[in-house]
């Protein structure tokens, strides 16, 4: 079949394997989709999103060095998708999911919690302060085989951890945290984690951590600890305020891979680049999490693409990968097309094109192509059709060229940090706790 003189992409490709050769190549200005009907993209896509059965285990799953943390209105369906295209390897978690919404949309669990199973290996994120819901909602999540369950001890926003009361509020009830925690993992037969801050408001000493970090390892299954390292603020800051106000203290998290060893910790907070991520990890940690460095633009060196496209490289010993931006957006532009109105008004064409905002991110034809994508909303009703009006505005050559060599960021802050522990937690302390 052919449209304006050019080859149509012929199928729906394997992942990651987008083949480009000859006549069969795409236009160089235009992006194409494939002509199946959407009715056979739709059904296409719900089979993979609503497989019921286990298709991959755990242990098929590079080790979660790397991480692209939950982030509300950020990590969903759409994003992590286009992740998965940029990075095969990296551990992708989904937004928080609050226990009582999995519960209570029971019969819409699909707009929820279905994915395509190329995204494992993927983390479930939910949020609760009732153990009935936790266990209910851990149960209602089994059939979609997330490969981990993971707890919101972290999020400060005033709606979560002031009116909600769970989120980072949890880490002032350690008692509460290990019995969610030994209830989920009741419930399901993947591993748990718990994701927290160091500290919330005066509560935000290097033995309250420990304290809280003691009493949930020590009384629940949980072995593994996503540590963000800020404290909270809840004294009416706000949810992006507090992920900068509150200083970061990397020195509270190397003290408890000191003092916790036989516990894993995966360090979060302030860290956008590879370069970043590889001293994080030499200097002892177990794994690293990204948040909107992983995102959208952070710095001219972390960028979506230029961030997650050297994770498989250099965090996990892949070869250099040879993706191209166009190779991503082929993909992307299938899937896109495939579920807009999948639940009735939704997702439109703004919530499938929004992960893509960051993706040229200081590469030349960026700022046009921003302008025209303003422009496309009005009028595109596609993902294909809005991709063929805006990329005229990026260079051939920013969509065909692979990825260059991670730039090299120097930073000693790890290293620092270590020099600066706080005193051991004792064996004594922890006896007291129980006294």
Partial sequence: MKYAGHALFASVTPFHSVILKGHDRLPQKLLYGNPLKATKFKYFHQKCMCHKESIMVAARYPSPW???????????????????????????????????????????????????????????????????????????????????INLNCGCPSPKVAGKGCFGVRLMLDPKFVSNAMSVISTHTDVPVSVKCRIGVDDHDSYNELCDFIYKVSSQSPTKHFIIHSRKALLNGISAKENRSIPPLKYEFFYALLRDFPDLQFTINGGINTIDEVSEARREGAHGVMIGRAAYHKQSTFSSPWNLLGHVDSAIYGAPPSSLTRRQVLEEYQLYGDSVLGLYGTKPNLRDVIKPLLGFFHSAPGNGLWKRKADAAFQNCTTVKSFLEETLVAIPDDVLDSSLTQAPVVFSDAFARAKTLLPPPYTVREKELLYA
């Fill in 66 to 148: 790397f991480s692209v943390a939950p982030m509300m209105d950020c990590t969903d369906n759409h994003y992590r998708t286009l992740a998965r295209f940029i990075s095969k390897h990296a551990w992708l978690y989904t937004e928080m999911i609050a226990a009582e919404t999995i519960v209570y949309q029971k019969g819409n669990l699909d707009r929820f919690l279905a994915f395509g199973p190329e995204q494992h290996p993927i983390v479930l994120q939910i949020g609760g302060n009732d153990l009935e819901n936790l266990a209910k909602a851990t149960e209602l999540a089994n059939p979609y085989s997330y490969d981990e």
